[in-house]
């Protein structure tokens, strides 16, 4: 059963689908960016402005199919219930504990590579719905940073960076992204391992199973490792985005302030510009110590 769902409803149904939380006890409470959070032992239901519905917590494809039903979700909605469930049949919720694993970074020009881990099991999964965690790039910036300590407090956790200059070393090795990012993933489930027992791992798809499953040292040679596309809508993997994302955001400032430029986010025109001032106030030569060289940016600057 999955433990996290994410659906659009029809916020018309809003007060109908409160009467039966409320009937069913559970407590009411707000929260921001939403409408309003009940929670009611290991389930929590987050209905957002937007009209979308975050369920999460364990067996919440149980509870989604047992309370949402015909005369609160939409056809529509049905609809995404029968794809989500069954995209999800192999989530690990069936797991007493597992590892998620999620990147930040990747894409963006300036900035290090975070890779990030996160153990989830009985004893943190109600917290971590409770706290609103779900995929980072649908949370905003200042969120995340409220939520990632309270997110390392209660769990089990490691998080991985890759600064620039050290990036364009390995991948200068490695010679392929996917390769780089299975060794991030890798080092953060054995990080996790060293401190805490597990057998299961799932990570988002970004390449063959097979690369994390060789970069994995001795302590993960046996762990089933999952690779799914979406795997952010799991909670385990939502919470390592969350994790991965706020050490992005904390050392894209350092740098700015280091340098004194403002290194955008992403690979934009306005990165090409701001990357051209950089190399005109310290010199191409320092560019590797903020920036990921292999980027078709580099060749415009």
């Given amino acids: 059963m999955s433990n996290s769902f994410s ?5 018309s149904k809003e007060g109908e689908l409160k009467s039966r939380l409320e009937k069913s006890g559970f407590n009411f409470k707000q929260a921001e960016y939403t ?43 049905q609809a995404q219930l029968k794809t989500v469930a069954k995209a999800s049949s192999s989530l690990p919720q069936s797991y007493k504990s597992w590892i998620g694993t999620d990147e930040s970074g990747k894409g963006d020009y300036f900035g290090p590579l975070v890779v990030a881990g996160v153990l989830v099991d009985e004893n943190n999964l109600s917290k971590l719905s409770t706290l609103g965690v779900q995929d980072s790039k649908k949370l905003k910036d200042s969120f995340i940073e409220k939520i990632a300590p309270e997110i390392q407090k209660i769990s089990v ?20 992204l996917n390769n780089l990012l299975a060794w ?8 996790i391992l060293e401190k805490t027992p597990c057998q299961n ?8 199973e097979s690369l994390i499953k060789n970069a994995l040292l001795k302590q993960g040679k046996t762990i089933n490792l999952e690779q799914r596309t979406k795997a952010e809508d799991d909670i385990a993997v939502a919470a390592a985005s969350v994790l991965a994302r706020n050490e992005f955001v904390k050392r894209m400032k350092k740098i700015s302030l ?20 950089f190399t005109a106030k310290y010199g191409l030569e320092k560019l590797s110590n903020v920036a990921k060289l292999h980027f078709k940016t580099t060749l415009k600057i």
Avoid: C, M
């Fill in 7 to 11: 659906l659009k409803i029809d916020l």
């Fill in 35 to 77: 409408l309003w959070r009940a929670q009611k032992s290991e389930i929590t239901v987050s209905l957002y402005k937007s009209g979308k519905l975050l369920v999460q917590g364990k067996n919440a494809e149980n509870f989604v199919n047992k309370l949402l039903n015909n005369s609160v979700l939409s056809d529509n909605v």
């Fill in 157 to 176: 956790f490691s998080v991985i960076v890759i600064n620039p200059a050290k990036y364009n070393e390995l991948y200068k090795k490695i010679g392929n």
């Fill in 184 to 191: 991030g993933h890798a080092r953060a489930i054995e990080n």
């Fill in 201 to 208: 791992a799932l990570s988002d798809k970004f390449g063959n």
């Fill in 258 to 277: 280091e340098y004194g430029v403002n290194f955008p986010k992403g690979a934009s025109e306005e990165v090409i510009k701001q990357a051209k001032i």
